[in-house]
């Protein structure tokens, strides 16, 4: 394993953690997060029971995936974490996008290429007991990089990969992490402000007609207007503009 492009992210105390194969890379770092002394990457090369929003599955092509997890603890209380994950997504896309991937965003924080996800984003927190001014997030990463017709065939949507491009595993993780410890240090800071116009650039549903759903049923339909600095998305509706709040629920195109 060459590990010289991520020499730079050792240098600025992040532990660096590569496995051969894992369940989840989030569960085994949430596991710990409040005992970590250090932000700590780990990297899976197979990840075997990989988690999305809400309880559903991350599914990784064999030998097909970058799929790792950091956590970072951050010096904010844990209702100031809105926005994270779609910064997460932000940051993620544009690395991508330095290796000439032209990758967009789907609200709240699916990264997609073609039109289709190629990679996903996952939160989640722990709190340590004794400091209640900060919270350990832990955010987990997964994107395709090798072909994966078997992803598509178990998926009822389509799945983009990155199998045209000549990718290198250890470059593409040195941006990322290089990329999301500098957004986690600006976030600390200014929130999710400081990345709407960052976000809003990548849109890909910028102007169309869309859907929200939660399970199923429309909650909301109209033209998707781009985000506000709490990672809403924002809707114009014939009755005015709405700001949906994440929480579990999906954006459809309004004809799906
Ligand atoms: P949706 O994609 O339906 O809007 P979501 O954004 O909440 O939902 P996540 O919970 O982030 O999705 O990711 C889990 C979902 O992503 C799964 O339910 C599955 O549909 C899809 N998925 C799982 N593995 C992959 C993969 N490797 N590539 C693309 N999509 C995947």
């Known amino acids: 394993m060459r590990v010289a492009t991520l020499a730079g992210l050792a240098a600025r105390d ?10 989840s890379t989030n569960a085994d770092l949430l596991a710990r997060a409040t005992t970590l002394a250090q932000p700590t990457v ?3 090369l197979q990840q075997t029971a990989g988690k999305g929003r809400a309880g559903r599955a991350w599914l990784a092509p064999e030998n097909g995936a970058l799929t ?20 997460i997504g932000c940051v993620v896309s544009q690395q991508l996008n330095t290796f000439g991937l032209d990758t967009r965003l789907k609200w709240p924080n699916d990264v997609l290429r073609h039109g289709a996800k190629l990679g996903g984003v996952l939160i989640e927190t722990a ?18 990089l090798a072909r ?6 178990t998926l009822s949507r389509a799945v983009a990969d990155a199998s045209d491009v000549d990718y290198d595993r250890e470059e593409w993780m040195g941006a990322l992490l290089g990329g999301l410890s500098a957004m986690l240090q600006q976030f600390e800071r200014d929130g999710f402000a400081a990345f709407v116009a960052r976000w809003n650039a990548l849109d890909a549903y ?16 109209g033209q998707a207007a781009g985000v506000d ?21 999906s954006l459809r195109m309004a004809e799906d």
């Open 148 to 153: 994966s017709g078997e992803l598509s065939q």
């Open 127 to 144: 709190v340590d007991r004794n400091d209640r001014n900060a919270v350990w997030v832990v955010i987990g990463v997964g994107i395709n």
């Open 229 to 249: 600095a709490e990672g809403r998305l924002l809707l114009d509706t014939p009755e005015g503009q709405v700001a949906v709040i994440a929480g579990d629920v």
């Open 42 to 44: 780990r990297w899976a």
């Open 14 to 23: 992040v532990a660096i953690e590569i496995v051969a194969e894992t369940g």
């Open 206 to 221: 910028a102007g169309q007609d869309v859907k929200i759903v939660d399970q199923g049923r429309v909650l909301y339909q």
């Open 68 to 87: 790792f997890s950091l956590a970072w603890k951050l010096a904010l209380p844990l209702q100031a974490l809105s926005g994270l994950s779609l910064a």
